[in-house]
T-cell receptor, first 113, second 109 residues
Framework: IAGITQAPTSQILAAGRRMTLRCTQD?????MYWYRQDLGLGLRLIHY???????GKGEVPDGYSVSRANTDDFPLTLASAVPSQTSVYFC????????????FGEGSRLTVL | GQNIDQPTEMTATEGAIVQINCTYQ??????LFWYQQHAGEAPTFLSY????GLEEKGRFSSFLSRSKGYSYLLLKELQMKDSASYLC??????????FGAGTTVTVRA
């Protein structure tokens, strides 16, 4: 089934550790996004990529980095995890950055202790 | 940035109608979206409005008034499977999509 695959599904991480959340899509979408979802705050944009080779900062980019080496993959890295980064992370994609219909992955639940 | 407000929770009876309101303030406007998210699952796209008026799609309808910064999602003939969170999202002038905190709808028998 075509769509977005995220890994890991769930992870418990010690503070200070480095962590990469993987995201792969097979829809050949140009735009990809990383959101975090916290209770009462909704989905907040961390980073985005309008096309392979380009990335941009969203609403809450501090402590996170991304890369977009090709169309399909958009990994999110926490260089040194902190407890406030405990959240559910959703990767999403859209056909282009002008299109607002996003397709979401199933999410990665990250707990930083 | 965007300021998007929607009620936190709503409860309704199976077969009834529920209206979820969303108000927003944004720098530029390029569309309003509604997403559905069941507990523990990913959000899925429901509807899109860019012009004023009502868009109907089966049991779900979405309305937009750009001058008032207001939208609503109308769910008719409620079913138990409609119990979920409904997310209002606004696309600003820079085409970035910002989400409200979501409205949790509980459908009771």
């Amino acid at each position: 089934i075509a769509g977005i695959t995220q890994a890991p599904t769930s992870q418990i991480l010690a503070a200070g550790r480095r962590m990469t959340l993987r995201c792969t899509q097979d829809m050949r979408h140009n735009a990809m996004y990383w959101y975090r979802q916290d209770l009462g705050l909704g989905l907040r944009l961390i980073h985005y990529s309008n096309t392979a080779g380009t990335t941009g900062k969203g609403e809450v980019p501090d402590g996170y980095s991304v890369s977009r080496a090709n169309t399909d993959d958009f990994p999110l890295t926490l260089a040194s995890a902190v407890p406030s980064q405990t959240s559910v992370y959703f990767c999403a994609s859209s056909d282009s950055w002008e299109v607002g219909e996003l397709f979401f992955g199933e999410g990665s639940r990250l707990t930083v202790l | 940035g965007q300021n998007i407000d929607q009620p936190t929770e709503m409860t309704a009876t199976e077969g009834a109608i529920v209206q979820i309101n969303c108000t927003y303030q944004t720098s530029g406007f390029n569309g309003l979206f509604w997403y559905q998210q069941h507990a523990g699952e990913a959000p899925t796209f429901l509807s899109y409005n860019v012009l004023d008026g009502l868009e109907e799609k089966g049991r779900f309808s979405s309305f937009l008034s750009r001058s008032k910064g207001y939208s609503y999602l109308l769910l008719k003939e409620l079913q138990m499977k409609d119990s979920a969170s409904y997310l209002c999202a606004v696309r600003a002038g820079d085409y970035k999509l910002s989400f409200g905190a979501g409205t949790t709808v509980t459908v009771r028998a």
